[in-house]
T-cell receptor
Framework: GAGVSQSPSNKVTEKGKDVELRCDPISGHTALYWYRQSLGQGLEFLIYFQGNSAPDKSGLPSDRFSAERTGGSVSTLTIQRTQQEDSAVYLC??????????????FGPGTRLLVL | GQQLNQSPQSMFIQEGEDVSMNCTSS?????WLWYKQDPGEGPVLLIALYKAGELTSNGRLTAQFGITRKDSFLNISASIPSDVGIYFCAGQGRGTSYGKLTFGQGTILTVHP
């Protein structure tokens, strides 16, 4: 497709379960970002991948959160032992590169996670 | 860490009125961006600013990158009902923070026909 896609669009899980969220970036984009948006709040940076470089994980809130990007394209964000405070919209974005004007990030529609 | 203060938090205006919102930061950014988010959607880029002092327009939208690199504003002229949504400013830094965006808290815009 033409834009960033994310799946699932909605996820309801029980406290303590693990969840995996998927992001398909725009074709040709080398940079990929994950953000979290809590209800009524702005976006909070989680992690970003740029090409083959080591990811910037500085925004991950705890070691229960991890992400990987296979083959420089699709990315999976994993939350282990989910807690109720993990409930939020998880947004993925991609950009052609992280430098210059082409670093503009384009966002997917997000995955709405609800932890009961 | 870096923080952006966006104001106002919400606005209720009549169709046809002009709107202004702004963001200030305690840190310098290399890039300022303005996004709009509709319910159930991800943010959509409206305007990107790459140079201090830059003034850029996109239709009825005008945004400026502050000279100090610590602030930006967005103006919407002659508002219409489809302008309704949440507007976010975002800054992109340099060095170890290069690449990731820091977002403001958002401005909720309501336009009455």
């Amino acid at each position: 497709g033409a834009g960033v896609s994310q799946s699932p669009s909605n996820k309801v899980t029980e406290k303590g379960k693990d969840v995996e969220l998927r992001c398909d970036p725009i074709s040709g984009h080398t940079a990929l970002y994950w953000y979290r948006q809590s209800l009524g709040q702005g976006l909070e940076f989680l992690i970003y991948f740029q090409g083959n470089s080591a990811p910037d994980k500085s925004g991950l809130p705890s070691d229960r959160f991890s992400a990987e990007r296979t083959g420089g394209s699709v990315s999976t964000l994993t939350i282990q032992r989910t807690q109720q405070e993990d409930s939020a919209v998880y947004l993925c974005a991609s950009s052609f590169t992280s430098g210059g004007a082409s670093k503009t990030q384009y966002f997917g529609p997000g995955t709405r996670l609800l932890v009961l | 860490g870096q923080q952006l203060n966006q104001s106002p938090q919400s606005m209720f205006i009549q169709e046809g009125e002009d709107v202004s919102m702004n963001c200030t930061s305690s840190s310098i950014f290399n890039t300022w961006l303005w996004y709009k988010q509709d319910p159930g959607e991800g943010p959509v880029l409206l305007i990107a600013l790459y140079k201090a002092g830059e003034l850029t327009s996109n239709g009825r939208l005008t945004a400026q990158f502050g000279i100090t690199r610590k602030d930006s504003f967005l103006n919407i002229s002659a508002s219409i009902p489809s302008d309704v949504g949440i507007y976010f400013c975002a800054g992109q830094g340099r060095g170890t923070s290069y690449g990731k965006l820091t977002f403001g808290q958002g401005t909720i815009l309501t336009v009455h026909p």
